[in-house]
C-alpha cells in the first residue's frame, strides 16, 4: 500500500508546486472534470500526510523531475551536435592530433588558461598514445578574459609559422605571468617571426578562427572548458580520467 501511495503521490507532486500543493496551469480544468472540490481536499490531504511518513516521497518527485529536465537537455545537447557536426568536426590540419584518418573523432574545447584544461592535457596525450583509431579536433575558445584572449591569439598565430603545438604546449605547460612581453619572449625561443607574430595576432584571419570556435561552441551549449564531444554519441564536459575517457570513446564507437 505504501508504495501505491508513493507512486501516486509522485505523479500528483508532479503537477503541483511545491509549497501550496494545489492544482495550477492547464491541467485545472481537467481536474475539475475529474475530481470534485471534496475529492480534490482528500487526495491534496493524502499527499501531505504521504509526506509526513515519508518524506523521501519529496526527494524522489525532485529528483525524478531533475532527471527528466536533465534528459531532455541532453537530448537537446546531441541534437545540436548533430546538426552542427560537420563544422565542429573540422580544423586546420595543425589542430588535428592523433590519427587524421582516424575512425572517431572526439573534439575538445580548451582554454589555454583554464587550469582543467592544463590538468587534462597529459591525460590526452597518454589517450591518443593509447587509442590509435582517434582523430582529436582541438577549438581553442578564450573564455577566461584578457589574458586567455592574448594567448589563444598566439597559438593560431604561431599556428601559421608551423609552431601551433609547440605553442600550445608551452603556453599551457608554464605559470608565467601572461602579456605580450612574455608572448614576445615564448616567440623568440620558438625561432619565430617576432614582427610577423605580433601582427597575425591582432590579424583577420586568428580572429576568424577564434571567432569560429566560439560560434561553434555556442552552437551545441559549451558552459565551460574542457568539453569534449565524442563523435555525436556523447558531450563531456569538465576534466575526465581515463577511464571516463575510454568509456565514452566506447560509445562513440558503437555510434
Known sequence: MKQRVKSFSLAVLAGLPVMGLSFVGTSHAADEAVFNEKQRAAIVQIVREA???DPSILSDAIQSIRQQASSQQEAHVKAAVR???QALSTAPSYAVR?????QVTVVEFLDPRCTYCRHMAPVVDQFLA???DVRLVEKVIPVLGDASLLDAQAIY???FQGQYDAM???LMEETAKPGMAHLRDVAKSLKLDVA???KDMKGPAVMALLAANLGQAQSVGVQGTPTFLFGQAAVAPGALGMEQMEQFLEAARKG
Not at 592523433?98 to 582516424?102: L, M, S, T
Open 196 to 198: 610577423r607574430f605580433e
Open 168 to 170: 600550445r604546449r608551452r
Open 157 to 159: 598565430a604561431a599556428a
Open 51 to 53: 509526506l509526513k511518513t
Open 130 to 132: 593509447k587509442h590509435t
Open 98 to 102: 592523433g590519427n587524421p584518418q582516424g
Open 83 to 85: 546538426a552542427n557536426w
